[in-house]
């Protein structure tokens, strides 16, 4: 089998051309000069032999060597000869052209080779001697118009509105202003008066209300006696005061940064995996204020406002649970 080194296509050892793009193979180029020599020689040979003939004293004694249908047979053969060099030099053209530019190869195949009619003096067709016809053939490149078809990348269409996430997105702005309010409430009740607010009058003026409140309540939990030793009841209350303290402020922060589920209310912007960290984060800092509370103060202590607002983190994580993200392709598939 053969192999074609300008489609790949395989072929019988006995063809000199490609079937599917006409290329001629190097290695049968010999052959066809080998065979264009001989039938020369031979066409040599006839006219010599047809002019001795002639030649002879008793040439009228002799049957006619050379007649009208002898002579059409010489013709045609040159007309042969003549198709199959010209055949060779667009196939040497070709190839020059593609050692200099290989682009311009598969262009330079049908060019150069005239189009007219092969005559044949044997009875049997002769293979080599046809000209290379670009149209039988086919001389588009690749990719070329007219050629073979490329594939098409996948078209995206634009990014429909969802109704899960604007229903979502809604729900949990609320459930963020609602916990953000809580704030502004008292978490713990009896004698402190607490208020969640009261962690950032602490830091930015002391001598106000909320942070003379929330001053008080940070000496009771350094006053407060936890069972084991000294050592021991030393680091449970300067853990539980320093989470008071500034646990406050990082969950207000936290809460506040779940804000941007403002963006998908339109149902385009998804930054699904945004709004889940934040929300189950706020709701374990929420968590840990919860249990600090408790073993300093109690449950008792705990008003329903605290739990309110820990527990609106809870619910958008819920929700967020089922907030969708994907990309529409045409057709409405969902990836």
């Not at 031979?42 to 008793?58: D, F, M, Q, R």
């Not at 002769?126 to 078209?155: D, F, L, R, S, T």
């Not at 962690?199 to 001598?207: L, Q, R, T």
Request: aromatic content about 14%; proline content about 4%.
């Amino acid at each position: 089998m053969k192999i074609c080194k300008n489609c790949g296509t395989e072929t019988e050892d006995n063809k000199i051309r490609c079937p599917r793009c006409g290329y001629l193979f190097e290695e049968d180029m010999d052959s066809v000069l080998r065979r264009m020599k001989e039938n020369l020689n031979n066409y040599k040979k006839e006219v010599t032999a047809e002019n001795a003939a002639a030649k002879l004293p008793n040439a009228e004694s002799q049957e006619p060597v050379s007649g009208p249908k002898e002579r059409f047979e010489l013709l045609a053969e040159v007309a042969q000869l003549k198709g199959e060099v010209k055949a060779l030099h667009g196939e040497i053209d070709r190839m020059h052209a593609s050692s200099v530019n290989p682009q311009a190869a598969p262009q330079a195949m049908g060019q150069g080779v005239p189009q007219q009619p092969v005559y044949y003096a044997q009875p049997y067709p002769a293979p080599y001697a046809q000209p290379y016809n670009a149209a039988a053939y086919g001389a588009n490149p690749y990719g070329a118009k007219g050629g073979y078809a490329q594939p098409k990348a996948v078209e995206y269409s634009k990014r429909a509105r969802s109704a899960n996430r604007i229903v979502i997105s809604i729900v949990c702005t609320l459930l963020i202003a609602l916990s953000i309010g809580m704030f502004f409430q008292v978490w713990l009740g009896g004698d402190y008066g607490v208020k969640g607010f009261d962690a950032f009058s602490y830091i930015f003026d002391k001598d106000s209300e909320g942070g003379l409140r929330f001053a008080v309540y940070l000496e009771a939990i350094s006053a407060k006696e936890f069972a084991g030793n000294a050592t021991i009841a030393n680091i449970c209350r300067n853990f539980c005061k320093y989470v008071v303290q500034y646990g406050v402020l990082v969950y207000a922060g936290l809460v506040v940064l779940g804000f941007p589920i403002l963006f998908s209310l339109g149902g385009k912007l998804r930054f699904r995996g945004w709004h889940r960290f934040f929300a189950w984060v706020s709701f374990l800092a929420a968590l840990l204020l919860f249990g600090v509370f408790c073993w300093v103060s109690g449950f008792s202590a705990l008003t329903t406002w605290f739990l309110v607002g820990a527990g609106a983190n809870f619910v958008r994580c819920l929700f967020l649970i089922f907030y969708r993200s994907g990309t529409a392709l045409k057709g409405g598939l969902q990836q």
